[in-house]
């Protein structure tokens, strides 16, 4: 009686506009002849489908869009066929979403015959008609008969029915253009992927390896929503090509959103928002976790909003932290830009609110590819920047040496050779203190060896002063170590410009001590410049960070009497004038203390 009915009725079906398939039309779309009915409670079954078909129920795509959001029941689509080509009898339905649970394929031809089919990735992979990444079904078309096409999509993910049809010839060349454009772009996260393996296996910047974990990951997104994951890695487990999903995108946005947080060095640069990128890779971390148990349309859905907040938050920190003058976040924000463009539009088309088009259904690998390359490129501009800091830094102690070698040539005897090539610019940086530019301890002790033996020979008098700045520790303390490290700079910087007149001879000792030896002056002189150079540290705060920083001095001055033993005089002079300065620090600090008892400290 159904098939009955179904044969009465079928005139209302062949009365509508129908797809023909004539000679020369190897491929083509479905949509503009597609009608749809949304089932919501999946009831009906194919005899209803048909009823409902004839009884005008169905109705055709909004503005042609196949995209509908995630929606529960079921969807059906109706198409009637003609196939005017002889010379094809055979074509392929692919559905160009690889991510629909099940897909059933009814096609009834004029003698009341129904053909059924059924696939989607809820069944193993090889159910499907050709092994191919979409859901595929052969439909045989005798010539110059109209057939209904009827398919029904129920699916926890996102429902998009692109419906085409294609000619065995124009499929594979569908098929092997497509392979070839996959081929293309995981072979430039491959070539991403080896460079950078090997830049992180030399340098150990964590900043490659969180860049590693993001492709690799992201990969992995992009293979489960190709469909590529459920044909070469797991075509026996659907279940396994549910939860990857969700668990893939969850991975990803941990590798990216800790790459951010070390590239942008948000601990030091913005602790606020590395806070926030934290609490955001835990919730992730969480979400990877529940997503093993969550239905899957539950996950999906979570997961994919998700991906807009996590990108846009790393958009967030990277123009904070660029605001804070962080240069290499420019490179940086513009592969976000195009990676939240291409995730924006592909979310939106999984929600239904774009339609499907080449740019919104390709825009995230796109996007990604770009903004991998461009991140590749801001790693080694990065890593370019810090390099070119470290020259500069050496540079400039390096000129500053050249002047003082300029100036102690005939002093030194011309112990100190003009600093021209790498080799004597490497042999200069490793007697640099590397954070104030100053001598070290080392180089300090040879130098004033040669002041020694001058002071010797010469009659000349020779004093030595021992620096330490004041309750240093609470700075670091209060406003953290970068902050410390400036003004230990500022005083470096202040130190020399007192010193320079002096012809001094100024090393960083260690922490917060700087050591200077004074030739040509006695006790009482070197006690004189000690005090002026305890005001010059006194006389303004140091200006870094938006802070204002009060610092003063202790210093401890002795006058060296050289003895023929050279080694012993250094250490009995360094002694002696560690002997003044805890002097110093003990009277209360911010003061000069001398060796000698009878001269007052000041």
Request: proline share 4%; charged share 20%; glycine share 6%.
């Amino acid at each position: 009686m159904a098939l009955l009915f179904l044969l009465c009725h079928g005139s209302w079906a062949q009365a509508q506009p129908a797809l023909e398939l004539v000679d020369g039309v190897s491929q083509t779309s479905l949509a503009e002849y597609t009608q749809y009915r949304h089932d919501t409670n999946a009831s009906d079954d194919t005899a209803s489908a048909f009823r409902r078909l004839a009884a005008g129920e169905f109705a055709p795509l909004p503005d042609g869009r196949h995209e509908f959001g995630f929606r529960d029941g079921a969807y059906w689509f109706h198409v009637s066929l003609v196939n005017r080509n002889a010379r094809e009898p055979r074509w392929l339905l692919v559905q160009r979403y690889a991510l629909s649970d099940y897909i059933d394929v009814y096609v009834r031809y004029p003698d009341g015959r129904i053909a059924h089919q059924a696939g989607g990735d809820a069944l193993p992979f090889e159910s499907r008609g050709i092994g191919y990444r979409h859901p595929n079904f052969w439909l045989d078309l005798p010539a110059d008969e109209r057939v209904d096409l009827l398919v029904r999509v129920q699916s926890q993910s996102s429902m998009q029915v692109p419906l085409d049809l294609y000619t065995p010839t124009a499929f594979i060349d569908l098929s092997r253009d497509a392979q070839l454009a996959i081929g293309i772009y995981y072979g430039i996260l491959t070539a991403l992927f080896f460079y950078n393996l090997v830049l992180w296996l030399t340098l150990r910047d964590p900043s490659y390896f969180w860049y590693l974990f993001h492709i690799t990951a992201f990969g992995m997104v992009l293979f489960t929503l190709n469909g590529l994951g459920f044909e070469y890695l797991w075509p026996n487990s659907p279940w396994l090509a549910d939860k990857s999903v969700p668990l893939s995108i969850c991975l990803a946005l941990i590798g990216m959103l800790q790459f951010a947080r070390t590239f942008l060095e948000l601990p030091q640069r913005w602790r606020l928002g590395n806070n926030g990128t934290l609490a955001l890779i835990a919730f992730f971390a969480l979400l990877a976790a529940a997503a093993l148990e969550l239905p899957y349309r539950i996950s999906i859905q979570i997961a994919t909003k998700a991906v807009l907040f996590g990108v846009a938050w790393i958009a967030i920190v990277t123009i904070v932290v660029l605001r804070r003058g962080y240069a290499s976040a420019w490179l940086f924000f513009a592969a976000w830009a195009l990676f939240l463009l291409g995730t924006t539009s592909f979310t939106l088309v999984a929600f239904g609110i774009l339609q499907k088009t080449f740019y919104t259904e390709y825009g995230v690998q796109i996007g990604s590819a770009l903004e991998m390359l461009l991140l590749s490129i801001a790693l080694g501009r990065r890593y370019s920047s810090l390099r070119s800091e470290n020259e500069r830094i050496v540079g400039e102690a390096n000129l500053r040496l050249e002047r003082k070698v300029a100036q102690r040539t005939q002093e030194l005897r011309g112990t100190l050779a003009q600093l021209e090539d790498a080799h004597s610019r490497l042999r200069d940086s490793s007697r640099r203190d590397g954070l104030t530019g100053l001598y070290n301890r080392t180089h300090f002790r040879e130098a004033f060896e040669a002041l020694l033996l001058d002071s010797r020979k010469d009659g000349r008098s020779l004093s030595l002063l021992m620096i330490d700045l004041d309750h240093f520790k609470n700075i670091n303390d209060q406003y953290g170590h970068l902050v410390g490290d400036d003004c230990l700079r500022w005083a470096a910087h202040v130190i020399g410009d007192t010193l320079r007149p002096h012809k001094a001879l100024l090393a960083r000792y260690g922490g917060e001590e700087f050591i200077v030896g004074l030739p040509g002056h006695d006790l009482a002189s070197a006690a004189a410049v000690g005090e002026t150079l305890r005001r010059q540290l006194q006389q303004e705060p140091c200006a870094v960070r938006g802070h204002q920083i009060r610092m003063s001095a202790s210093i401890g001055v002795h006058a060296v009497q050289p003895t023929k033993d050279v080694a012993s005089s250094i250490d009995a002079a360094l002694m002696a004038a560690d002997l003044a300065l805890y002097s110093a620090k003990a009277k209360g600090r911010d003061r000069v203390c001398t060796s000698n008892p009878a001269l007052a400290p000041m």
